[in-house]
């Protein structure tokens, strides 16, 4: 089973690298790193949770925090340069 969410999570993956590398816009590219770095901590999930590790729920922890810290900056800078 988790086999099957990790080729799902890739699919998502290449589909949210896909629109951050041809995004028309940078509030579009903004957005499809988001889901990019939440379908990564997805995934971190889906191997803790098949290791019964719990290492796997730290990173998950750093890459949240990490995440939320980066979108907040790319949005003041979007609104900075006024959302080309």
């Keep these: ?3 099957v969410a990790i ?3 890739s699919i998502a993956a290449a589909c949210f ?6 995004g028309p816009t940078v509030p579009d590219r903004m957005v499809a790193l988001d889901g990019l770095l939440i ?3 997805s995934g971190i999930f889906v191997g ?3 290791s019964r590790s719990p290492i796997g729920i730290d990173s998950l922890l750093v890459v949240a925090l990490l995440s939320f810290v980066a ?3 790319i949005a003041r ?3 900075q340069r006024g959302g080309e």
């Design 1 to 3: 089973m988790t086999t």
């Design 17 to 22: 690298l896909y629109r951050v590398f041809r």
């Design 71 to 73: 979108t907040g900056a």
């Design 7 to 9: 080729v799902l999570l």
């Design 77 to 79: 800078y979007v609104e």
């Design 39 to 41: 379908t990564i901590m």
């Design 48 to 50: 803790a949770a098949d």
